[in-house]
């Protein structure tokens, strides 16, 4: 599951954004050789190992430099997606209305989450997170709460459960 996503950051755009991948099935599980896709239909093919126990979270940065000056642990971040691409390369979590994150095997996606549907207020720095009670797949609005747990500089839980009621 996508569990929650930084698109609008204080940092630099687009490499100090993440998306931080949940696990709740009772195996790890490895996201070797799956696809992110942005919701321009840029991709990113997961290159190495991260492996996700159950009841875990890591995080998925653009940037790790980018992320850790943000105040996101160097511990929770399993993999970086945009090592070396410009600002206008790779997978990019858009601010507007067409922003989306999936996450594919081959072309079947495992989840979408189109998070500029939403509409959920949020000032930059903040991140959208999963509620417990949403149901993996394709995400809507109810889902998603606005984080208002202070970290670095902004809001959000990188690597621990979220706290959205």
Same mark, same amino acid.
């Given at each position: ?83 070396? *691409?410009? *600002? ?34 949020? *000032? ?17 609005? *109810? ?23």
């Amino acid at each position: 599951m996508i569990s929650e996503l930084l698109f609008d950051p204080t940092g630099a755009e687009p490499d100090s954004e993440w998306i931080e991948v949940g696990c709740r099935a009772a195996s790890a599980r490895t996201l070797r050789g799956l696809t992110l896709e942005d919701g321009a239909g840029r991709t990113h093919v997961i290159a190495s190992d991260v492996i996700v126990s159950p009841g875990k979270f890591v995080v998925l940065a653009r940037s790790r430099a980018a992320v850790t000056a943000q105040g996101v642990a160097a511990a929770d971040i399993g993999y970086e997606y945009g090592a070396g *691409a410009s *600002a206008s390369a790779g997978v990019i979590l858009a601010n507007g209305s067409s922003g989306g994150i999936s996450i594919l095997v081959g072309s079947t996606p495992l989840v979408r989450v189109p998070y500029g549907a939403f509409n959920l207020t949020s *000032a930059p720095g903040t991140t959208l997170e999963i509620r417990s009670t949403a149901v993996p797949g394709v995400a809507v609005s *109810a889902d998603y709460c606005v984080s208002t747990t202070p970290v670095g500089t902004g809001f959000g839980t990188p690597g621990r459960a979220p706290v959205c009621p």
